[in-house]
């Protein structure tokens, strides 16, 4: 089973880190990614039951991070395609600079 879930974060950026981290952590997880606009994250999580799926979607509810957690489930998928390797994201997710130093950096 093949589900979406949408994630509003807090404002705390510690809080929105720690999040990503506990998506990370989950096995079941099958895309995760940070955006903007309406969801700081979106994920896809391929679950064995409804049950399982339900479990996973109330321990991202209950992360003191987030928000609100808005869920889908896919009923057909077209087209999934990954350009980049995921050696590659994990490089890229490991040098970016955190919350924190990019507040140090801020002028305004």
Same mark, same amino acid.
């Given at each position: 089973?093949?589900? %979406? +879930? %949408?994630? +509003?974060?807090? %404002?705390?950026?510690?809080?929105?880190?720690?999040?990503?981290?506990?998506?990370?952590?989950?096995?079941t997880i099958e895309f995760a990614a940070r955006t903007l606009g309406r969801y700081g994250l979106i994920a896809t999580i391929a679950a064995r039951s409804l049950a399982d799926y339900t479990d996973i979607v109330r321990m991202i509810r209950a992360h003191p991070g987030v928000r609100l957690v808005e869920t889908w489930v896919h009923a057909f998928v077209w087209l999934e395609r990954y350009e980049w390797s995921l050696d590659r994201l994990d490089r890229n997710r490991r040098a970016r600079p955190a919350p924190s130093e990019l507040e140090a950096a801020d002028p305004g």
């Open positions: 089973m093949l589900s %979406g +879930v %949408g994630i +509003v974060l807090g %404002g705390d950026p510690n809080a929105a880190a720690s999040a990503e981290e506990l998506l990370l952590g989950i096995p």
